[in-house]
């Protein structure tokens, strides 16, 4: 029997919040909390609740219109969005900031791993006990061989678009760039997530700026 | 004379997709492009074309239906936000996190100055040449000395939300948080970045996920 959740066309923004939503219902689990309404995630999230709502109605089986048991939304969430099925991925770029990314001290939940490393640089090129670090002539054979589907790229700004080429040629289908560039992808199958930290600077500068400004 | 900028209100949205499409503009403008329309704005950014254009039109000088002129776009963009009215961070964590993050190679943009970090294990307290690193219990001191606004969290998981809290009683109005857990805050003057790096696996396999299962 095909089942229902193959089925389900669900907005790219919706994914998005809903990926976000399953991480802040995890944390409620841990605090203990076992149920939750609209309004809440709403105000938690930033958007309306209605929108919430909206969201959660695309999986089918989580709705009851009278508040979400945490447990079984975030088993839904993690079900219909296929959180287990892609969990390996590799980094170009074993500099400082590749190197804190990989260590296992949370950054990426348990539910992902990233296997292997990739650095242009010989001296990066030691083996971790928890990761094989391997040049990059070695990209398209280790993906090919882990099936590896999503990709991290901590290189300098300079070669971060051409390591995004490669990557999607070698057939990464996930991107997250850590890398101070803003990287589009023109391909509706390769996904990307630019960590931007100037970005992030901008961002809180002008919703402060903004306030005082209303406030005044 | 009160400048027209100060009376302008942009809702949050508007002010988090203008403050992506400035260092959108910024790589745009160091690859040599002068003008730019609203269409090629809106696929860059992944939103509608109109939504873009409402965005900009907040910012009453920039409109001209016809396409913008890169240059202008942008100084109009950091004039209307604020960008260079707050410009000093601190952080909290000088683990190996932390000092990735203020070390000055391009993560964040010449606009903004980490001025202090702050930790609790005395062996981080070493003065670095390009920042002063303190223990916590200076935090309000040289918060209120330094007219800080912005703090970033680099602390392990279990500290986070105490410390945003420390963060908020200093009087930081912006916090950027990379420690792995989301942190909301029920205050309208402050506002908080969460950048949680396991989300983003979360959300890349699920926008696959959902790729592969619509394509089959």
């Known amino acids: 029997m095909e089942k229902e959740v193959d089925k389900i066309i669900i907005p790219k923004p919706a994914i998005v919040r809903l990926s976000t939503l399953f991480v802040l219902l995890e944390n409620l689990e841990k605090e203990g909390q076992t149920k939750i309404f609209s309004a809440e995630i709403g105000k938690l999230l930033g958007v309306p609740s209605h929108t919430i709502r909206k969201d959660i109605s695309f999986l089918r089986q989580a709705g009851t219109g ?27 770029g074993m500099g400082r900031l590749g190197t804190v ?53 901590t290189v300098p700004q300079k070669s971060a678009r051409k390591v995004a080429n490669d990557l999607i040629e070698c057939g990464i289908k996930g991107i997250i760039n850590f890398s101070p560039v803003l990287i589009e992808i023109n391909r509706e199958d390769v996904f990307i997530r630019n960590i931007f930290i100037a970005g992030e600077f901008n961002i809180l500068s002008a919703l402060i700026s903004q306030y005082e400004t209303n406030k005044l």
Chains 1, 2 share one sequence.
């Open 101 to 153: 990314i990989t260590t296992k001290n949370g950054f990426y939940s348990n539910q992902y791993a990233v296997v292997a490393g990739f650095d242009n640089n010989p001296k990066k090129l030691k083996t971790r006990p928890d990761m094989e670090i391997y040049p990059m002539d070695k990209l398209k054979e280790i993906i090919d061989r882990e099936k590896i589907k999503i990709g991290i790229i």
């Open 66 to 92: 009278n508040g979400y048991e945490i447990s079984n939304l975030k088993n839904i969430i993690a079900e219909y969005l296929g959180f287990n099925k892609y969990k390996k991925a590799c980094i170009v």
